[in-house]
């Protein structure tokens, strides 16, 4: 009798036991919950707060503007066509700076990700042909090795540290001629970029003239490209694609692999495609924009080879009013334009973005 009592006594003390531990497990639960609720709604009432409502009528962003993709290639001695000496490349990126342009990456541009500050114009950077002097290295007196100074690389990375607002954004386009020289470097170089935030296009194997190619051929050019990347950088998509003397197929038909292919056992998927320059292109939510047929510029200056279509002309043009310049709003989950401008707009380009319009007053 007195055994059932104590162990009748022992199954009760532990019932309350129990029940007194789970409902403390539920009250430090529920405490639990009600701060992770006031963290989220503080966290929320921040963001409210940083998305401060800019002056429209100061600011007059207008989203169905135009963006210049700048096009680059060598940057060396002297002066020439289509090279840039390095004097005159940090000329350009100060004047660019200086005007209100600011870099993105041309990925985040053909997928509407304008993150630009507001009343700033976004500007796509872009270097064909994967020159050693976009990115060099040479030795010091130490005999380490280092970036050259006066590469393209070294340049942009020193200007964005003198200016942290203009990003550390530029898309380097390849051949298969040992990209950026100096082979015994080339993994270091190819990591260095992408690791930097930069990165890499597709400008075909062999700098092709696509004009008599065919299906095989122009596959092979792009995938020979994306299969050499891949061997250094697995995780990383090559995606871009500049055109090489900005030809295509005489045969329409073809034009479907410059965008999408196989070979062996590489497939590629560009999400953009570039042409030779000449004018300043659509905004990304334009009803007209199309990713696989974007213009670029030229970045020079000198009239004997850009004849009114380089880069300071097209500034020039913006600011006088004959061209209508992409002004952002500084918000990457909104458009804002004018409302007379609402008509270019594709709801279906900019997605689950908000549509803003406003009344610029005169």
């Known amino acids: 009798m007195n055994k059932k009592i104590i162990a009748l006594t022992i199954s009760a003390s532990l019932l309350i036991t129990g029940c007194a531990t789970t409902t403390s497990q539920k009250i430090e639960k529920e405490e639990k919950e009600v701060v992770q609720v006031e963290k989220t709604q503080e966290n929320e009432e921040s963001q409210k707060e940083e998305k401060k409502e800019i002056d ?3 600011v007059k962003p207008n989203e169905a503007g135009q963006v210049m993709v700048l096009m680059y290639h060598s940057i060396g001695e002297p002066e020439a066509e289509f090279t840039r000496t390095p004097e005159n490349f940090r000329k350009d990126l100060n004047y660019l700076y200086e005007k209100g342009y600011r870099p993105i990456s041309l990925k985040d541009y053909v997928a509407g990700n304008i993150t630009t500050e507001a009343g700033f114009t976004p500007i796509v950077l872009t270097f064909d042909d994967g020159w050693q002097n976009n990115f060099n290295l040479i030795q010091d007196e130490k005999g380490e090795w280092v970036i050259d100074p006066d590469c393209a690389v070294a340049i942009l ?4 540290e003198e200016h942290p607002d203009f990003p550390l954004e530029v898309t380097f386009f390849v051949n298969n001629n040992i990209p950026f020289g100096q082979k015994e470097h080339l993994a270091y170089k ?4 992408v690791e930097k935030g930069m990165d890499i296009g597709n400008h075909t194997a062999t700098h ?9 051929r122009i596959q092979k050019e792009l995938g020979v490209i994306v299969k050499l990347v891949k061997e250094y950088l697995p ?8 055109l090489p003397f900005g030809s295509r197929p005489k045969d329409k038909g073809l034009y479907k692999y410059l965008a999408s292919g196989s070979y062996e056992d590489i497939t590629y998927n560009n999400v953009a495609i570039l042409n030779v320059g000449w004018d300043p292109y659509k905004s990304p939510y334009h009803t007209k924009f199309d990713p696989l047929s974007i213009h670029r510029v030229r970045g020079s200056d000198l009239q004997k080879y850009v004849q009114g279509v380089g880069m300071y002309d097209w500034i020039n043009h913006f600011e006088k009013g004959n061209r209508v310049r992409f002004v952002s709003d500084g918000d990457a989950a909104v458009v804002t334009i004018p409302e007379n401008y609402k008509k270019v707009i594709d709801p279906q380009k900019t997605g689950n973005k908000e549509i803003k319009t406003y009344v610029l007053e005169k």
């Open 56 to 58: 429209l009528q100061k």
């Open 157 to 160: 990375e020193q200007f964005n």
């Open 190 to 193: 190819l990591k260095y970029i």
């Open 208 to 216: 092709v003239n696509y004009k008599n190619t065919d299906a095989q």
């Open 235 to 242: 995780d990383y998509e090559v995606n871009t694609h500049a």
